[in-house]
T-cell receptor
């Protein structure tokens, strides 16, 4: 049973516009959430994270929003750049348990120049 | 500072053959992890090691064994490879109160 879900396999956005990637989770014990970016033939690269005590975390062009009541988080990229084209994975963990990450299936973002 | 390294990058095996995937990290991480990535499945945890000398099963451990040789190295062994183990394997390291994990470049394994 997939505990972390990314329901959009792909997303295309014009350069300079906002990209919004969504993620839903089912396990209410999750209290730490991460986004990873993956280019072909490379390992996932950590992008940004958020603890459940916050509802927003920002790092440059990247902002993650967390809605605990809806068990939903989103990653906003503003402005989008062609180099942002990659697969984005959402991941979650329960810090009070074993340090295991549960990953979504990924969303392929294409930024069109 | 290479981060997390994995060898080999590519491997083709025949059904029933064995092999060991190697992983090393120079980031002084206490925890290390092995994942597999299959199309449409995201990354799934095979085994992890919370500290040197300990290992635990993840979500999909069947058909695999691991060894935490020392703090730097964590190997994954396939004793008798099966076509269902065709996948891309990623090793990761992490530590601290958060679960931020840092990944190696991956090993693409094909079992014929």
């Amino acid at each position: 049973d997939q505990q972390v879900k990314q329901n959009s396999p792909s997303l295309s956005v014009q350069e300079g516009r906002i990209s919004i990637l969504n993620c839903d989770y089912t396990n209410s014990m999750f209290d730490y959430f991460l986004w990873y970016k993956k280019y072909p033939a490379e390992g996932p690269t950590f992008l940004i994270s958020i603890s459940s005590i916050k509802d927003k975390n920002e790092d440059g062009r990247f902002t993650v929003f967390l809605n605990k009541s809806a068990k939903h988080l989103s990653l906003h990229i503003v402005p989008s750049q062609p180099g942002d084209s990659a697969v984005y994975f959402c991941a979650a963990s329960a810090l009070t348990g074993a340090n295991n990450l549960f990953f979504g299936t990924g969303t392929r973002l294409t930024v069109i120049p | 500072n290479a981060g997390v390294t994995q060898t080999p990058k590519f491997q083709v095996l025949k059904t029933g053959q064995s092999m060991t995937l190697q992983c090393a990290q120079d980031m002084n991480h206490n925890s290390m992890y092995w994942y597999r990535q299959d199309p449409g499945m995201g990354l799934r945890l095979i085994y992890y090691s919370a500290s040197e000398g300990t290992t635990d099963k993840g979500e999909v451990p069947n058909g695999y064994n691991v060894s935490r040789l020392n703090k730097r190295e964590f190997s994954l062994r396939l004793e008798s490879a099966a076509p269902s183990q065709t996948s891309v394997y990623f090793c990761a390291g992490g530590q601290g109160e958060t679960d931020t994990q840092y990944f190696g470049p991956g090993t693409r394994l094909t079992v014929l």
